[in-house]
């Protein structure tokens, strides 16, 4: 397709490379992201996914070598050749990624057409025909690789011998391993081999594949039905560097507000109010801390966006008044499809502002979803996203917190939308083959936008579709699952890929969409959501109740201690979204992310870290009493609920009665926590507490980040950052644990500080010389102190 090597030229951090047919841009962006662009399509359009590219390429060389380009940047060599095949290295020259020379060769699937309608008739899903690509880039399969990333994905954590699609998709039935897409689409997979990880994003909206060794164990390939050629290689060495560099690229979330990190209550539907309110008194009365309550399509006017239904909530501005006063906030849903409906204010200025896509002949496009008839805004075009964004006052003048978005793959009840939609796209139309990926991703930018601008707060936005950068914009949520173990089994895996993919900030539907939960199911998923970075609860119409309380004393017992943990280590889940804003870790992170030297923790789908320091080994079968728990090497781990201290790089088996969900604090970590509250704000919190695990030896160091918890002030430095350093002397015979404050920009510090030292005996502390009163209960010594300042423990 390209030919041979003719020539290369460089110009700033780009390099053009001639060959016979067709000329490709190599791009240097910082020294281990490297960008390869060749221009299928004659527009050149700005990238959907990256909004600010910061090039800082360093220092870097071009020369010829062997009848190649040879790009040397401070961290890689490039060598690029004939028909643009590209061999990736580090500065030791090992090759990490290399074009494999080959043609593609896909293994045969039997059947010879035989059958097939019949098979089909029966309800059998078959592989269809290879989907027809504009391009494909295949890689070298070398013997040890381990796949990870592509965002909201079933199936294992490795993806290695598997095939995805690109194309964000609403399908209802139960998520299993053999769906290829979900709704949500970012095209970027890290690669792990040698214990050296890289990433591969390909920044193409249109439907994508990747094929991680599935087709032919000899490669893996990405490649794009239309559009162009557009993909940047990004180094690790460490999978954390893979991840910082991607979100480099595409952006990190921004530092959302602390209330949505309490827990949130959903259902389809809390209607009328009556039910509403019901609901709110119940997680009071039974002391059950919750932040939000959540309105889906029912309180809307037969479907109405941006309407009320005044028969369900004659003043819903009081309902949520009401509820404000209680400490909850309200979230409503808010879908794409505007109701085809002549004076219906929305559908109105939509159609006399041109705002909706159209059919190939221009007249806007009707297909139907919950409204029956209705149109699709074009949020493609920025006029239109202003629109939107303007509407979102309506909802937040009634007393709305945040807006969950729904259906914005785009979903349709009446077939799926034709290839030849089109959309304005800020003046370079395209069709929907284009936009259909980024429909929710821009969706979800209007709404932040809308809220910003609308409240001046850090907005919420809940979005299903969603493309590569959405995670500026909007936190997510993996759609439809179903009350079913093997979703449960399976949100690990999914959330910590998506985590992986630049989306830190994202739940499943706890306890389980579809189908009804079960007393078991229910206490095992909260369990697991109160380490999710977004814990909401959620189920379908009909379905069983599947509030906290609505299986027994038992599991509500089990519900009201794992929320109130969850309250507990807030300030621990803040902490960690404060680094994330800068270097775009996620909070539910594989073993791998943490402990990339230990190679027992690359395919662990059924334990994950919260942060770097706290491990959940979650019970995820019904019925299951023990389990056995990978604990990685090179650290101490202590048992949170016994605090007994295991050695790692070692399997446990650990008990597992129905209240307890296995939880091990690396040994050296300091763990910040709040006290509990029945929702954010209830209570100023003038006290910290440290849940402090001394290593045996050696300075350990935590950040703790506060800030008023809402408003975009922390950016003009409004925030307190404090630094506690814990130092365990070589003797044995003291532990020293300074705390000093960084930052001094938010005016409510805390008062007082309270330490929790886990498994030490005291003989006496002292806090800059003067004694400090404690208690040591076996396995605690607790202590207050009331000013920064270095605390000396004699043991
Ligand atoms: O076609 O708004 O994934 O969370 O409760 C169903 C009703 C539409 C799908 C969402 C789900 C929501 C439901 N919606």
């Given at each position: 397709m ?10 700033g951090s780009?390099?053009?490379i001639r060959?016979?047919?067709?000329a ?5 962006i910082?020294?281990g992201?490297?960008r390869?662009?060749?221009?299928f ?6 990238s959907?996914a990256i ?8 220092s ?5 070598g062997?009848?190649?380009?040879v790009?040397e940047?401070e ?5 690029i050749?004939d028909?643009?095949r590209?061999?990736v290295?580090?500065?030791d020259g090992r090759?990490l990624?290399?074009?494999?020379p080959?043609?593609a060769?896909?293994f045969?699937?039997r059947?010879?057409?035989e059958g097939l ?6 309800g ?6 290879r989907?027809?690509l504009?391009?494909q ?28 699609k690109?194309w964000?998709t609403d399908d ?21 081999k ?7 994003f390909l920044?193409?909206?249109y ?9 032919n ?6 490649g794009?039905v239309?559009?162009?050629l ?9 999978a954390k560097?893979?991840?910082?560099g ?5 952006g990190?979330?921004p530092l959302p ?9 959903c259902r389809w539907?809390y209607?009328p ?10 997680f009071?009365?039974?002391d059950?801390?919750c932040?939000?309550l959540y ?5 809307m ?7 009320w ?7 819903p501005h009081?309902?949520l ?8 906030k309200?979230v409503?849903?808010?879908d794409?499809?505007?109701k ?11 159609m ?5 896509a159209?059919d190939?002949?221009g007249l806007?496009?009707v297909?139907k979803?919950?409204?029956g008839?209705?149109l699709y805004?074009d949020?493609?075009?920025?006029k239109v ?6 509407n979102?006052k309506?909802?937040t003048?009634?007393g709305?917190?945040?807006i969950w978005n729904?259906?914005?793959e785009?979903a349709?009840?009446n077939?799926?939308?034709p290839d030849?939609v089109?959309?304005?796209?800020d ?5 929907h083959?284009?936009?259909?990926n ?5 969706m979800?930018?209007a ?6 601008k609308?409240?001046g707060?850090?907005p919420?936005v ?7 950068g959405t995670?500026k914009?909007?936190?997510?949520w993996t759609g ?5 173990w093997?979703?449960?089994?399976m ?9 992986l993919?630049?989306?830190p900030?994202?739940?499943?539907d706890v306890?389980g969409?579809g189908?009804d939960?079960t007393a ?8 697991v959501g109160?380490?999710t970075p977004l814990?909401?609860?959620h ?11 609505a299986?027994g004393?038992q ?7 794992y ?6 280590l807030?300030p ?5 979204f ?11 992170r ?5 402990d ?8 662990i789908?059924?334990e ?18 023990a389990r056995a ?7 101490d781990w202590v048992?949170?609920?016994?605090k007994?201290?295991?050695k790692?790089?070692q ?6 009665p129905l ?9 050296g ?11 954010v704000?209830?209570q100023p919190?003038t006290?910290?507490t440290?849940?402090v695990y001394?290593?045996r ?10 800030d ?10 409004a925030f ?5 350093d814990?130092t365990?002397g070589?003797d044995?015979k003291?532990?020293r644990?300074s705390a000093e404050?960084?930052h001094a ?6 008062r007082?500080?309270r ?6 005996h005291p ?17 605690q010594t607790v ?5 920064t300042g ?6």
């Amino acid at each position: 397709m390209f030919g041979k090597l003719k020539g290369f030229q460089q110009q700033g951090s780009s390099v053009t490379i001639r060959f016979e047919q067709k000329a490709a841009t190599v791009d240097i962006i910082t020294p281990g992201i490297v960008r390869f662009f060749v221009p299928f399509t004659a527009k050149q359009q700005p990238s959907k996914a990256i909004e600010q590219l910061q090039k800082t390429p360093g220092s870097f060389t071009v020369r010829s070598g062997n009848g190649e380009a040879v790009i040397e940047t401070e961290k890689l060599t490039v060598r690029i050749g004939d028909d643009f095949r590209t061999t990736v290295l580090d500065k030791d020259g090992r090759v990490l990624s290399e074009d494999d020379p080959g043609t593609a060769a896909p293994f045969i699937r039997r059947g010879a057409g035989e059958g097939l309608e019949l098979a089909a008739a029966e309800g059998h899903k078959l592989e269809a025909e290879r989907n027809k690509l504009k391009f494909q880039v295949r890689k070298k399969m070398e013997h040890d690789m381990f796949f990870y990333g592509l965002g909201e994905k079933t199936g294992h954590l490795n993806k290695k011998g598997y095939h995805y699609k690109m194309w964000n998709t609403d399908d209802p039935s139960p998520h299993v391993e053999s769906f290829e897409t979900l709704y949500k689409s970012i095209p970027f997979f890290i690669a792990l081999k040698d214990r050296q990880a890289f990433g591969y994003f390909l920044d193409n909206t249109y439907e994508s594949v990747f094929d991680l060794g599935k087709e032919n164990s000899n490669y893996y390939a990405f490649g794009a039905v239309d559009g162009n050629l557009d993909y940047y290689f990004i180094y690790g060495p460490s999978a954390k560097e893979v991840v910082g560099g991607y979100t480099h690229l595409t952006g990190t979330a921004p530092l959302p507000q602390l209330w949505t990190l309490g827990y949130q209550q959903c259902r389809w539907a809390y209607v009328p109010e009556q039910r509403l309110r019901e609901v709110a008194e119940t997680f009071r009365r039974k002391d059950i801390p919750c932040d939000a309550l959540y309105l889906d399509i029912d309180y809307m006017d037969g479907y109405r966006v941006f309407t009320w239904d005044k028969k369900k909530f004659p003043d819903p501005h009081k309902t949520l008044q009401d509820l404000r006063e209680q400490g909850f906030k309200v979230v409503t849903i808010i879908d794409p499809g505007v109701k085809k409906d002549k004076g219906y204010p929305i559908y109105d200025q939509g159609m006399a502002g041109h705002y909706f896509a159209t059919d190939k002949d221009g007249l806007p496009y009707v297909n139907k979803v919950w409204p029956g008839d209705a149109l699709y805004p074009d949020f493609s075009s920025h006029k239109v996203r202003s629109w939107w964004a303007a509407n979102q006052k309506i909802m937040t003048d009634t007393g709305v917190s945040g807006i969950w978005n729904d259906m914005n793959e785009p979903a349709s009840f009446n077939g799926p939308l034709p290839d030849d939609v089109q959309f304005q796209h800020d003046g370079v139309p395209a069709d929907h083959r284009e936009i259909h990926n980024v429909y929710g991703h821009y969706m979800a930018k209007a709404t932040y936008e809308g809220l910003k601008k609308a409240t001046g707060k850090r907005p919420f936005v809940i979005t299903r579709a969603c493309y590569a950068g959405t995670q500026k914009y909007s936190t997510v949520w993996t759609g439809d699952n179903q009350s079913l173990w093997e979703h449960l089994r399976m949100s690990l895996p999914m959330l910590m890929n998506l985590g992986l993919s630049g989306v830190p900030f994202c739940g499943t539907d706890v306890g389980g969409f579809g189908f009804d939960c079960t007393a078991e199911l229910l206490a095992r998923w909260i369990q697991v959501g109160a380490f999710t970075p977004l814990f909401r609860n959620h189920s379908s119409i009909y379905t069983r109740d599947q509030e906290p309380w609505a299986f027994g004393e038992q599991t509500e017992a089990i519900c009201r201690k794992y929320i109130k943990l969850r309250y507990r280590l807030l300030p621990y889940l803040y902490d960690l979204f404060h680094q994330e804003e800068k270097n775009g870790l996620p909070l539910i992170r594989p073993l791998l992310l943490n402990d990339q030297h230990d190679p027992r923790t690359y395919e662990i789908n059924d334990e994950f870290l919260c942060g770097d320091d706290l491990l959940v080994a979650p019970v995820v079968t019904q019925g299951e009493k023990a389990r056995a728990v990978y604990l990685p090497e090179g650290s101490d781990w202590v048992d949170y609920w016994t605090k007994t201290v295991y050695k790692g790089g070692q399997y446990i088996i650990r008990e597992t009665p129905l209240d307890v969900c296995p939880i091990y604090i690396r040994s050296g970590a300091v763990i910040p926590l709040y006290p509990v509250q029945h929702y954010v704000g209830e209570q100023p919190v003038t006290e910290l507490t440290l849940d402090v695990y001394p290593a045996r030896k050696g300075i350990r160091s935590y950040r703790h980040y506060q800030d008023d918890g809402e408003s975009f002030a922390y950016r003009k430095g409004a925030f307190n950052l404090y630094q506690f350093d814990v130092t365990a002397g070589g003797d044995g015979k003291t532990i020293r644990i300074s705390a000093e404050k960084k930052h001094a920009g938010y005016e409510k510090g805390y008062r007082s500080f309270r330490f929790i030292v886990n498994q030490i005996h005291p003989a006496a502390i002292t806090l800059e010389g003067e004694p400090v009163a404690f208690s040591d209960s076996g396995n605690q010594t607790v202590f207050t102190v009331k000013k920064t300042g270095e605390v000396t423990i004699q043991l």
